[in-house]
T-cell receptor, first 113, second 113 residues
Framework: AAGVIQSPRHLIKEKRETATLKCYPIPRHDTVYWYQQGPGQDPQFLISFYEKMQSDKGSIPDRFSAQQFSDYHSELNMSSLELGDSALYFC????????????FGPGTRLLVL | LAKTTQPISMDSYEGQEVNITCSHNNIATNDYITWYQQFPSQGPRFIIQGYKTKVTNEVASLFIPADRKSSTLSLPRVSLSDTAVYYCLVGDMGEEGRRALTFGSGTRLQVQP
């Protein structure tokens, strides 16, 4: 069965640089969620999109922005990167906004030097 | 925001039943309770979801009392491969009246031979 695809899987950036993470949801899933998981920490919800509109907002820094495109894929744009942004970034998708069953991708490991 | 609380860690032996309880005192009327399993450096994996009473699937059972202020994930006859972190997920009201998704503190289950 098709799963959530994230790219790149690994990314190394320097402080103050920008990064773009991509997420391709499971086909026919119209809701996408982004999570950040720091080393040894629990996943923290960042933001979600339903039908290409922002639906929920969590602890996403102002330096980050995201959007969902017409093909339902989503991109997380991160600017002015800081050392503390080093983390695993997971994308999840679900069939609709009210469904709590989220299917997670393999994650993008971002390292900021 | 509703806060969830789980034990930090639990130990068990192969073949035993494991019960992990999550407290969520401020759960909203329309919220479902969902449990996820996470292995190191992998995205969380859906285990089970419920609204009230008892739900059972091929891998676990979920018990939810009438007041829904807690839930208990039951894993029958655990094996070494069940060693992972287990999270309960409860949709709760975030800012601007929109729902945010909050992972519980996570319970690290260690299964011994």
């Amino acid at each position: 069965a098709a799963g959530v695809i994230q790219s790149p899987r690994h990314l190394i950036k320097e402080k103050r640089e920008t990064a773009t993470l991509k997420c391709y949801p499971i086909p026919r899933h119209d809701t996408v969620y982004w999570y950040q998981q720091g080393p040894g920490q629990d996943p923290q919800f960042l933001i979600s999109f339903y039908e290409k509109m922002q639906s929920d907002k969590g602890s996403i820094p102002d330096r980050f922005s995201a959007q969902q495109f017409s093909d339902y894929h989503s991109e997380l744009n991160m600017s002015s990167l800081e050392l503390g942004d080093s983390a695993l970034y997971f994308c999840a998708s679900s069939e609709d906004y009210r469904s709590e069953t989220q299917y997670f991708g393999p994650g993008t490991r971002l390292l900021v030097l | 925001l509703a806060k969830t609380t789980q034990p930090i860690s639990m130990d068990s032996y192969e073949g035993q039943e494991v019960n992990i309880t999550c407290s969520h005192n401020n759960i909203a009327t329309n919220d479902y309770i969902t449990w996820y399993q996470q292995f190191p450096s992998q995205g969380p994996r859906f285990i089970i979801q419920g609204y009230k009473t008892k739900v059972t699937n091929e891998v676990a059972s979920l018990f939810i009392p009438a007041d829904r202020k807690s839930s208990t994930l039951s894993l029958p006859r655990v094996s070494l491969s069940d060693t992972a972190v287990y999270y309960c997920l409860v949709g709760d009201m975030g800012e601007e009246g929109r729902r945010a998704l909050t992972f519980g503190s996570g319970t690290r289950l260690q299964v011994q031979p």
